[in-house]
T-cell receptor
């Protein structure tokens, strides 16, 4: 069974602080996505990483795919209240099945 | 349509009743997924369709759960003889291609409450 564990589970920080969210698995994924979900809505895609070691930047967000394609991280610089939400990683396995991580709930205080 | 549409948005039913949840994906999207999501947690995979073919149903909890997508567009997730443990948010997502790193577009979900 493919599992994706995210850490931390909860994170409450002040505006302007930096943070990193981790997504770890013992399984290899062909690609990995990060989504953000706001209350009452469905997850929305932030980024897809495909190549081991790949780094992608989206404004203040930096995403990295591990060399072995088993793990990923999301780093947010100078967090803002608008970054508040549930962050989810999702790994693509061999049968087009997207496995979602356990989730990280982020709250950024003004 | 402009986005993935799910109905009903809210369903309250009594234990033992059957329920049908509908998903209307984005027009032209080949792949369709059903997930179940507990509050504050990641979506749990239930089943996946490529056009009308159900290619993976490994996440369906038991044989009370079934899904179909007969014409490769609208899909229905049916839960027979509902139990209280079936209470959850059920989310549908569609993707343009046949898996392969495509973006998943999620509907707003159907919240099921079994009394």
């Amino acid at each position: 069974t493919q599992l994706l564990e995210q850490s931390p589970q909860f994170l409450s920080i002040q505006e302007g602080e930096n943070l990193t969210v981790y997504c770890n698995s013992s399984s290899v994924f062909s690609s990995l996505q990060w989504y953000r979900q706001e209350p009452g809505e469905g997850p929305v895609l932030l980024v897809t990483v495909v190549t081991g070691g790949e780094v992608k930047k989206l404004k203040r967000l930096t995403f990295q795919f591990g060399d072995a394609r088993k793990d990923s991280s999301l780093h947010i610089t100078a967090a803002q209240p608008g970054d508040t939400g549930l962050y989810l990683c999702a790994g693509l396995g061999g049968t087009y099945k997207y496995i979602f991580g356990t989730g990280t709930r982020l709250k950024v205080l003004a | 349509g402009a986005g993935v549409s799910q109905s009903p948005r809210y369903k309250v039913t009594k234990r033992g009743q059957d329920v049908a949840l509908r998903c209307d994906p984005i027009s032209g999207h080949v792949s369709l997924y059903w997930y179940r999501q507990a509050l504050g947690q990641g979506p749990e995979f239930l089943t996946y369709f490529n056009y009308e073919a159900q290619q993976d149903k490994s996440g369906l909890p038991n044989d009370r759960f079934s899904a179909e997508r007969p014409e490769g567009s609208i899909s229905t997730l049916t839960i027979q003889r509902t139990e209280q443990r079936d209470s959850a948010m059920y989310r549908c997502a569609s993707s343009l291609g046949q898996g392969g790193s495509g973006e998943l577009f999620f509907g707003e979900g159907s919240r099921l409450t079994v009394l």
